[in-house]
Each structure stands twice: as C-alpha cells, then as structure tokens.
C-alpha cells in the first residue's frame, strides 16, 4: 500500500511545494516513480527511479527518498504545475499506485 | 513522438463485457524487449488501479483482484492491444487510460493516453 500526504496542499506561485508518498513497506527505489495529472489530459511522468527526472521535465521538480518513505519537491511552483500528483511502485509483479496529492493555487 | 488512443464504448450494461483498444502511433509496439503495454484505470473520486499489461510476444500480467475477468491481448500488424474485461458491475466504471510500461532495471510508465470513460449502467 501507498499513502500520500498532504492530501491538498495549498500555495502560491513561487513557494515550495513538498509531497510524501509512503509505502507500507521497504520497497526498491528503482520501481517508485512520480506522475502529474491534470483534469481531462493523459497522465505525464516527472521522476523514475525515485530520483531521476523524466525527459524535458524542469529542474525544480525533484524526487527523493529510500525504503519506506519518498518525497517529490517542487522548488518554486509555476502557475502549470498546480495539478494532482501520484506516486507508483512495482512489488511482486504488481503495479500500485498512491491516491494522489492535490496542490492547488491559495 | 509516441501517442497511445484509447477507444470503445463509453456506456456497457451491467453483466457485460467493456472493450476497449489502444491505438499506438509513432513508433512499432514490438520495437523494443524493454516495453510493456499496461491499462490503468481511475473509478470517481479514486486514485489509479493497475489492472494488467502485455509484451509484444503476447505474454501477459493481471492485477489478482481483476485476474478472473480480464483479458488484455495485442494486434502487432495493426500495431494495437486491447482489453476486455467481463461480468462488469457499477464499480467498474472508470477512465481507462493505456499506457508504455518501460520494464528494464527501472519500472514506470512514460507515455500515457489521454483515457477514455466508461460507465456501466442499465
């Protein structure tokens, strides 16, 4: 199982946005990943590997984390960046995902 | 660029069978042993469940709460897959998106379609 928090995050343009994703139990971070989503559009990968940035996606996200507990940062939010973000593993052939983290414009 | 279409019908009465195809452009679904092709779905106000995914030679990997009722296949010359799942009640209803799995020494998701919703209902 993975549990995210916050559940809503409320910021402005330009704060810092930080977003857990934990896992019930150690899991590899080769298979965690990081995905924003906004309403009506196809899911986009950020983070593979628990740390390492998807093609073309900016620097001020980053992805961190080991064992049990993963953290995806966003430096300085840009106005696009408000969206809802998962996190995913693969665990005894399984794919599982997190139940997302909203951050919304305050 | 890859672009994965997911298509079928947007309603199927309870007991039925969904259908639904993931149209690949862009590349050949057979070009690489790194690749998967997975199907996700989202039901309202739920996060994502994995329900599968196939290899390009046919061999396939179901979610066990879904194993019984599901089957995902693949078209390579029409450069698709599909799945159908069967016995199909409300709870089924959902977006499907389909998605490239990259399965190599990492594992995620990195091209999805924009997904498409299905409603069970009478």
């Known amino acids: ?106 | 660029q890859l672009r994965l279409q997911e298509s079928g019908p947007g309603l199927v009465k309870p007991s039925g069978t969904l259908s639904l195809t993931c149209s690949v452009s862009g590349d050949s679904i057979s070009s690489s042993s790194s690749y998967h092709w997975a199907w996700i779905r989202q039901s309202p106000g739920k996060g994502q469940e994995w329900i599968g995914h196939i290899y390009y030679s046919g061999t396939t990997f179901y979610n066990p709460s879904l194993k019984s009722r599901v089957l995902i296949s693949v078209d390579t010359p029409k450069n698709q897959f599909s799945l159908k799942v069967n016995s199909v009640t409300p709870a089924d209803t959902a977006v499907y998106y389909c998605a490239r799995l990259v399965a190599q020494y990492y594992y995620y998701m990195d091209v999805w379609g924009k997904g498409t919703t299905v409603a069970v209902s009478s």
């Open chain 1, 1 to 106: 199982v993975l549990t995210q928090s916050p559940g809503t995050l409320s910021l402005s343009p330009g704060e810092r946005a930080t977003l857990s994703c934990r896992a019930s139990q150690s899991v590899s971070s080769s298979y965690l990943a990081w995905y924003q989503h906004k309403s009506g559009q196809a899911p986009s990968l950020l983070i593979f590997g628990a740390s390492k940035r998807a093609t073309g996606i900016p620097d001020r996200f980053s992805g961190s984390g080991s064992g049990t507990n993963f953290t995806l940062t966003i430096s300085r939010l840009e106005p696009e960046d408000f969206a809802v973000y998962f996190c995913q593993h693969y665990v005894d052939s399984r794919f599982i995902f997190g139940p997302g983290s909203k951050v919304e414009i305050k």
